[in-house]
C-alpha cells in the first residue's frame, strides 16, 4: 500500500517534495534551487524510503546512482520532519576509494585526496561497520602515513578489506542511517523534544564540493545574525582547505568572514566570495522568511551552498529577529508574534545562569520563580534586612516563609525553602517580588536554627557562604557562575504592542505594593486584578495594632483601634490608585486566619503583653484559644467578614476615601472589592449590607459621590457550584484558582510540594495542579462556575486570579470558558500578553 512518493528524486523547482513526505532539510534544498542559488546536485529519499531501507528493502540504486556523474562523491545527511529531532550525523566523501584517491592525487594534490579518503574511512568504519572509535587512537592525527594506517586498522577490525564499491558503499550508509533512526535510543531522543511515536527521516544524497584543491577551496559557515542578541552581525568561520564543519573546530586557523579586528578574514582573501555568500545569504532571509545559517563550500573561488539551516538563537535573539523581520517588510506582525515561545520572554526580564556557565549544583527543588542570583546565606528575615542594610545581596534561607518574613524577602536577592510548591507562600512572594525563589527543595538538610544547609553529597554550608539560586531551572548552586543580564529591550516592548493588537482577552496583575504596581505599569498590565491587602498589617508598626484590635473585647473596642490603621490603610490604597492612573484596581479584603498575626514564642508573648499591659497568661491564652486544626479551612476570608465585621467596615472605608482622594487628582477611580473565599450566598448578602452601608456614610460626611464595584472571589467548590445564587449579588466572579485547586483536590498547597514530584512522575497528575490549571477537574467547577454565573447575572465580569493566570495552557482554558481577563504576577504579565494573543490569532 505505497502511496503516490517516489522512493527518490532529483531536487529540481517542480520536484515532488514536502516537508512531511521528505523532510524539512529537502525542502529547504529545493527552496534554495528554486532561488536559482548554487546548491551542488541532490537526490532526496522520502520517509517511506527510508523506512523501506531500514527493513532491509533497498530502492532503486541505480536511479539514485545515475543522477550524479559517474566519478561524483557523495554525501548523505538526514532530512527530518522537524530539525530538533535530530537524526544521525552526515557521512561525507562517500565514493572514495583506492582508484579515486590516485586519480584525485593529481587534481587536489595528495593531501586534500588523503583528507578526503581518511575521513571518509573513519566515518564509515564507525556509523557503517560500527567499530568503536578508540580502534584509530594510534593513527597519527593527519601524519603522511595515516591513510595507510586507517585502512590496516579497518582492516585488521573487520577482517576484510575496505569496500571499494562505490554504489556497495552508499547502500551500506543508507541502511545505517536508516537503522540508527529507528534505534530506541534515538526514537526516546525524539519524543522527548515532541516528536510522534511514528516520526519519519528523509536522507538527502548529495553530490559533493570537496573543499581541497588548487585555488581558494574550503568550506564554513555564515549566518547574518548575531546568535546571543540577534543585532545584525555577519558572523561564521571558514577554512581553507577544509570540508564538513570543520572551521567551526579550527580554532585561531580558521578565517573570519568579515573584515575583523581579530584576524585575517575570507572578506579580504576572496573578496567576490564573500560577497557572492553576502547575497546569498541576504536572499536566503527575505525569501525563506527566517534567518538562516547557510553551510557553504567554495571550490576555486566559487561559491556553493550546501545547506541552510535555522539559526539557533538565545531567547533575546528569538524576539529581535522575529520582529527585524516583520519591521524589514518579510513577515506580518502576526507571524512574528506567533513565532516567539512565549514562555521564553521570562528569561528577557531576569538575570539567568549564562548558557555553558559551569553549574556546581548542590540540590534542587521546584522552580517557583525564574531567574537566576547570588548572595551569602542568612537564615532570617532580620539578617536579610541587616545584609540588605549593608548592601550585602543576600539569599534568604527559611523551612517555608509566613507573612513575617516578607520584608526580609524584599531585603533579599533570592529565597530558598525546604517545604512548600509552586503557590506557597514563598513562592507567590517570590513571583510577586520577580525574585529568584526554589521552594521543595527536599534534597538538601536545613538546619535553619543551626543556621545550616546540607547539601545531597554531604557538603555543609552555613551563613555567610556564597550560593546561587537558580529560579528557572530549580538548581542550587554553590558559588557564583557567569551569568547573563536582563535583555528586555526595544524588539521585546515593539513584539507585545503587536500582540496587544490582536489580543482578545485582558491581562491585569496580581499587585500588592506600589512597587508591585509599578511593575505592573511597566508591563502594560490593564489593571490589577487582585490587591491582596494583608501583607499591609504585617509591618512592625501596624502590627501591635493588629494584635490589640484582636485583643478588644468588644465590637467598639475593635473599631476604635482599627481607626487607627485607617489612615495608614488610606494611604495604601491612594498610592496604588495613583500609579494606576484610572485603571481598575481590584482589593480583596483582609484573608488569612488572625492568629497568624499572634507571637508563638514565648519571648514574642512576653514582648505583646508587656506591650498591651496585660498579664502573660492572658496572652498565652488568648493565642491557644485562637489555634485552629486547619486554619486554611478555618476562620479566615469573608469567615472573617462576617464574625469581626469591623475589619472590612474598616477597609471599605479606608478604600472609599482614598477614592475619592485620588479621584480629585488624576482619573476617576472606580474601585473594586473583592470578597475572599465565600461559599455561600448568604455571607455575600451580610458583608455587602456593611460595605454599602459604610459607602452610604461616606458619601454623606463627604457630601461627594463615588461608584464602586462589589465582587466574590470564587475559591471554594459551593462557590462555583452555587455560582448562580450568588451572581445577582455581584457586580464581578474572580476565581481563586490556588485556593480552588486545593479544595477541590483536598491538597494542601503548602504541603503539596513534598510529594508532587512522585506524583508527576508516575504520572498520577500530569503536572503539578498547581502550576498548570487541571482543566478535567478544576475546570469543570470554573465551567459550571461561569454557567451559572452568567446565567443569572449577564453583565457580571468574570476572570481568574490564581497563579495559573501568568500560565499560556491556563490562558487558552480561560479564553475558551469566556472569562473577561486574567490576572498574574506582574513579571508573568509579558507571557501572559504574548501566549493570550498567539490564541487570537
Ligand atoms: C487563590 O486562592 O487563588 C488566590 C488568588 O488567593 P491566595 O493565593 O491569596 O489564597
Ligand atoms: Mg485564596
Known amino acids: 500500500t505505497r502511496d503516490e512518493t517516489p522512493d527518490s528524486v532529483l531536487i529540481t523547482p517542480v520536484a515532488p517534495i514536502a516537508n512531511h513526505t521528505h523532510g524539512g532539510r529537502a525542502k529547504c534544498l529545493q527552496r534554495l534551487v528554486r532561488l536559482d542559488l ?47 529531532w535530530g537524526g544521525p550525523g552526515a557521512i561525507l566523501n562517500i565514493g572514495m576509494n583506492d582508484a579515486r584517491y590516485v586519480d584525485l592525487c593529481d587534481s587536489l594534490g595528495r593531501d586534500g585526496a588523503a583528507a578526503l579518503y581518511l575521513r571518509f574511512v573513519q566515518s564509515y568504519a564507525v556509523h557503517v561497520a560500527r567499530l568503536d572509535p578508540d580502534v584509530f587512537d594510534d593513527v ?26 562505490p554504489a556497495e558503499q552508499l547502500a551500506a550508509v543508507l541502511r545505517s542511517m536508516a537503522r540508527a533512526w529507528e534505534g530506541t535510543s534515538a526514537r526516546l531522543l525524539r519524543q522527548a523534544k515532541g516528536a510522534p511515536a511514528d516520526a519519519g527521516l528523509g536522507l538527502v544524497v548529495q553530490e559533493m564540493v570537496p573543499g581541497f584543491g588548487q585555488g581558494e577551496c574550503g568550506s564554513g559557515v555564515l549566518q547574518l545574525v548575531n546568535t546571543k542578541t540577534g543585532q545584525p552581525q555577519i558572523t561564521g568561520r571558514y577554512l581553507s582547505q577544509s570540508q564538513g564543519r570543520d572551521a567551526l573546530g579550527a580554532g585561531a586557523e580558521a578565517l573570519y568572514l568579515e573584515r575583523d579586528p581579530r584576524g585575517p578574514s575570507l572578506e579580504e582573501s576572496a573578496p567576490e566570495a564573500f560577497a557572492d555568500l553576502k547575497s546569498h545569504a541576504r536572499l536566503m532571509r527575505q525569501r525563506l522568511r527566517e534567518e538562516m545559517q547557510v553551510e557553504f563550500v567554495i571550490e576555486s573561488g566559487a561559491v556553493h551552498l550546501l545547506d541552510g539551516v535555522r539559526v539557533t538563537r538565545s531567547a533575546q535573539a528569538a524576539v529581535r529577529i522575529a520582529v527585524a523581520l516583520a519591521e524589514d517588510g518579510i513577515i506580518a506582525c502576526q507571524e512574528a508574534v506567533m513565532r516567539v515561545d512565549a514562555r521564553i520572554l521570562t528569561e528577557l526580564l531576569h538575570r ?76 507567590v512572594i517570590g513571583r510577586g517580588l520577580g525574585l529568584p525563589c526554589i521552594v521543595g527543595a527536599s534534597n538538601l538538610k536545613f538546619h535553619t536554627r543551626r543556621k545550616q544547609l ?87 508598626g501596624r502590627l501591635t495594632v493588629m494584635r490589640e484590635m484582636i485583643f478588644a473585647e468588644t465590637s467598639d473596642g475593635r473599631a476604635a483601634v482599627l481607626a ?39 519571648t514574642g508573648q512576653r514582648e505583646l503583653s508587656e506591650a498591651l499591659g496585660i498579664p502573660v497568661s492572658d496572652v498565652t491564652r488568648r493565642v491557644e484559644e485562637m489555634e485552629e486544626y486547619n486554619p486554611m479551612l478555618g476562620l479566615r476570608g469573608v469567615r472573617l467578614g462576617v464574625t469581626v465585621p469591623e475589619i472590612y467596615d474598616m477597609q471599605a472605608r479606608a478604600i472609599f476615601e482614598a477614592t475619592l482622594d485620588a479621584s480629585k487628582e488624576g482619573a476617576p477611580v472606580v474601585p473594586e472589592i473583592m470578597i475572599p473565599l465565600v461559599s455561600a450566598a448568604r455571607e455575600v448578602e451580610l458583608v455587602k449590607a456593611r460595605i454599602d452601608a459604610v459607602a452610604l456614610a461616606v458619601k454623606a460626611e463627604r457630601g461627594e459621590d463615588f461608584t464602586y464595584r462589589l465582587g466574590v472571589m470564587v475559591e471554594t467548590p459551593r462557590a462555583a457550584l452555587r455560582a448562580g445564587e450568588i451572581s445577582p449579588h455581584t457586580s464581578f466572579l474572580s476565581f481563586g484558582t490556588n485556593d480552588l485547586t486545593q479544595m477541590t483536590y483536598g491538597l494542601s498547597r503548602d504541603d503539596a510540594g513534598r510529594f508532587m514530584s512522585a506524583y508527576v512522575n508516575q504520572g498520577v497528575f500530569p503536572e503539578d495542579p498547581f502550576h498548570v490549571l487541571d482543566t478535567d477537574g478544576v475546570g469543570e467547577l470554573l465551567k459550571l462556575g461561569v454557567q451559572r454565573g452568567r446565567a443569572e447575572n449577564p453583565d457580571i465580569t468574570l ?10 495552557e491556563s490562558i487558552a482554558f480561560c479564553r475558551e470558558a469566556g472569562f473577561d481577563y486574567v490576572s498574574c504576577s506582574p513579571f508573568r504579565v509579558p507571557v501572559a500578553r504574548l501566549a493570550a494573543a498567539q490564541l487570537a490569532i
Request: proline residues 8%; negative net charge; glycine residues 10%.
Open 454 to 540: 546540607v547539601a545531597g553529597d554531604g557538603r555543609l554550608f552555613t551563613r555567610g557562604d556564597i550560593l546561587t539560586i537558580d529560579g528557572s531551572s530549580g538548581q542550587v548552586l554553590a558559588g557564583e557562575p557567569d551569568m547573563m543580564e536582563a535583555a528586555e529591550d526595544g524588539a521585546f516592548q515593539t513584539l507585545l504592542t503587536w500582540a496587544d493588537a490582536v489580543r482578545d482577552i485582558d491581562i491585569r496583575a496580581n499587585a500588592d505594593t506600589p512597587e508591585d504596581a509599578m511593575t505592573a505599569r511597566k508591563f502594560n498590565a490593564q489593571g490589577i486584578g487582585l490587591c491582596r491587602t494583608e501583607h499591609m498589617f504585617f509591618d512592625p
Open 38 to 84: 548554487p546548491v551542488p546536485r541532490t537526490v532526496a529519499l522520502s520517509f517511506q524510503a527510508v523506512h523501506g531501507i531500514a527493513q532491509g528493502e533497498m530502492p532503486d540504486m541505480a536511479a539514485i546512482v545515475e543522477a550524479f556523474p559517474a566519478d561524483a562523491l557523495l554525501c548523505v545527511r538526514p532530512s527530518s520532519q522537524d530539525p530538533d
Open 352 to 427: 539567568q545562569v549564562a548558557p555553558g556557565a559551569t553549574r556546581d549544583v548542590i540540590g534542587s527543588g521546584i522552580a517557583a520563580s525564574p531567574g537566576a542570583a547570588t548572595g551569602r546565606l542568612v537564615f532570617t528575615a532580620a539578617e536579610a534586612q541587616a545584609s540588605a542594610a549593608r548592601g550585602e545581596p543576600c539569599i534568604l534561607v527559611r523551612r517555608e516563609t509566613s507573612p513575617e518574613d516578607v520584608r526580609g524577602m524584599h531585603a533579599a536577592a533570592a529565597v530558598l525553602t525546604e517545604r512548600g510548591g509552586i503557590t506557597s507562600h514563598a513562592a
Open 564 to 602: 487607627r490603621l485607617l489612615p495608614i490603610q488610606r494611604e495604601d490604597f491612594q498610592a496604588l490608585f495613583r500609579i494606576m492612573e484610572g485603571l481598575p484596581v481590584c482589593i480583596r479584603l483582609f484573608d488569612p486566619p488572625l492568629h497568624e498575626f499572634l507571637p508563638t514564642s514565648t
Open 799 to 808: 476572570s481568574i486570579c490564581g497563579e495559573h493566570g501568568g500560565n499560556p
Open 140 to 165: 597519527e592525527d593527519g601524519g603522511p602515513d595515516a591513510l595507510s594506517e586507517v585502512l590496516h586498522a579497518y582492516e585488521a577490525e573487520t577482517d576484510e578489506p575496505f569496500p571499494q564499491d
